[in-house]
């Protein structure tokens, strides 16, 4: 989330409207931390810093091979299910 804070120093020769009285600051809408601008992802509504990207998205390992194997392994019986259908159908 983007916060507009006061910033403001307190110059002893008085407010000089430098602009620091609303400043934006970046926020992760999960862990609150604040970020530098430019460094939030817009994700299912929310503005999320990187480091809370990678928890909700982790990265493929050697593990996640198993599942891609499966995937074919199912292809392939479907695919031979169909072929003997075929074969005794005609």
């Avoid at 299912?44 to 499966?70: F, H, N, R, S, W």
């Amino acid at each position: 989330m983007i916060k507009i804070e006061n910033d403001c120093v307190g110059c002893p020769q008085g407010c000089i409207n430098c602009g620091r009285k609303r400043v934006p600051h970046w926020y992760c809408d999960r862990c609150e931390v604040e970020v530098d601008e430019g460094e939030l992802w817009n994700v299912d509504g929310e503005q999320i810093c990187e480091d809370c990207l990678k928890d909700m998205y982790p990265k493929v390992t050697a593990d996640d091979a198993d599942d891609y194997d499966d995937v074919y392994d199912r292809a392939d019986y479907e695919y031979d299910r169909w072929k003997d259908k075929e074969f005794e159908d005609g």
